[in-house]
């Protein structure tokens, strides 16, 4: 064993180093020092990744993608409210090469023109109907045991318990492709064996708020502010429409004007006050 591997190991330093001086990891053979994770840094990881579309979104993620070989825990204010505008780049990726989208027990009808805009075809997306939470909870690991190759698995669990998450999770170290469960935001109060946990809310002009809850890695504070523009609206938008809260607040700016003017006029005063 390299003198400087048996020092971390036995806490000992190697034969001519100084142990009140701090000892340089790049002191360690090359394999050694890359393969040691640094808690201020984004962890990496020797799993496949599917990029999330969004470049600073990556950037956040070890990998620099959605995992595969692992959960992701998606959590959300109310379903069907961000799961498709967060991960419709990524799923679009993959069915482009043949890949199926597995839903199971979602909880509204999937809109398929809606998808085929995101890219996601109606021949590609199998809905397994799973009604009550002990149906949506084994059709998912079911589905995971399976290891549907090239696709993804998006499943809503938002009773799910922790125990019920770390057994899905020991099964899809063993699954190729990444497996998503949706739960609601009060989730992230709970403990969770799912080593990547992200909260997607809405914000304004079209843009998702992410923020990673956990991760491989330093924590992260504050949030990801991306922009997310359903289907192909952004070729048919003019620069008004993608800035919608200006439009909003010149318009209330010039409701109150009107206003105001009624109740100066004496004419007016009267219709005003009704």
Do not use: Y
């Amino acid at each position: 064993m390299p003198a400087a591997l048996q020092w971390i190991v036995n806490a000992e330093p190697p034969p001519g180093v100084d142990p009140s001086r701090q000892f340089d990891v790049g002191q360690l053979p090359i394999g050694i020092s890359q393969a040691i994770w640094r808690g201020t840094e984004v962890g990496q990881t020797s799993q496949a990744v599917v990029s999330t579309g969004f470049e600073e979104l990556d950037a956040q993620l070890p990998g620099g993608g959605w995992p595969c070989n692992s959960i992701t825990e998606l959590l959300q204010p109310q379903p069907s409210l961000c799961e498709w505008r967060l991960l419709s780049p990524a799923l679009a990726r993959l069915v482009v090469t043949g890949g199926q989208i597995l839903l199971v027990g979602p909880p509204k009808r999937p809109h398929v023109p809606g998808l085929v805009k995101l890219g996601i075809a109606e021949k590609n997306m199998v809905w397994i109907a799973a009604d009550t939470p002990a149906e949506r909870l084994w059709s998912t690991e079911q589905l995971v045991k399976a290891n549907p190759r090239g696709g993804a698995i998006l499943a809503w669990l938002p009773q799910a318990r922790a125990e019920q998450i770390r057994r899905l999770q020991v099964h899809a170290q063993s699954c190729d492709c990444p497996v998503f469960l949706f739960r609601p935001e009060a989730a992230q109060l709970d403990a969770s064996p799912a080593p990547l946990r992200v909260l997607a809310t809405l914000g304004t002009d079209w843009q998702l708020q992410v923020h990673i809850l956990k991760r491989k890695g330093a924590l992260m504070d504050g949030v990801i502010s991306i922009t997310s523009i359903p289907g192909t609206l952004a070729s048919v938008f003019t620069p008004r429409l993608m800035r919608p809260s200006q439009l909003i607040a010149k318009t209330e700016v010039s409701n109150v004007h009107t206003l105001g003017r009624a109740v100066n006029q004496p004419r007016l005063r009267q219709l005003a006050a009704h």
